[in-house]
């Protein structure tokens, strides 16, 4: 196997993994990692959308682990939109 193979696969173990985070904020930031090791599997081959589309993903991940709204002293779900929580139906 060839190490752009082998950096491929790393890029999807790293994304999977980031499933295992209960914390919506560190999945955000490993998925970003992984984006990011996607860039470097794109620049390999030098696919420039593969690159593009990444690079977007790991900012829009970094920036809404950033920013997204966080719970309050009003409750456990206070301060958490519907958005932040995880749409079942939208896994594929």
Known sequence: MRATDWLGWL????????????????LRRIQAAAALV?????????ALPLIVANLLVAAVAVY?????????DAGPRA??????RPDPSRIS
Request: proline share 2%; hydrophobic share 45%.
């Open 38 to 46: 996607w860039v470097g599997y794109g620049l390999l081959l030098q």
């Open 11 to 26: 890029a999807t173990a790293v994304f999977l993994a980031s499933y295992a985070c209960k914390d919506q904020a560190k």
């Open 79 to 84: 301060g958490v939109s519907r958005a932040d």
């Open 64 to 72: 809404s682990s950033l920013f997204s709204a966080r719970p309050s």
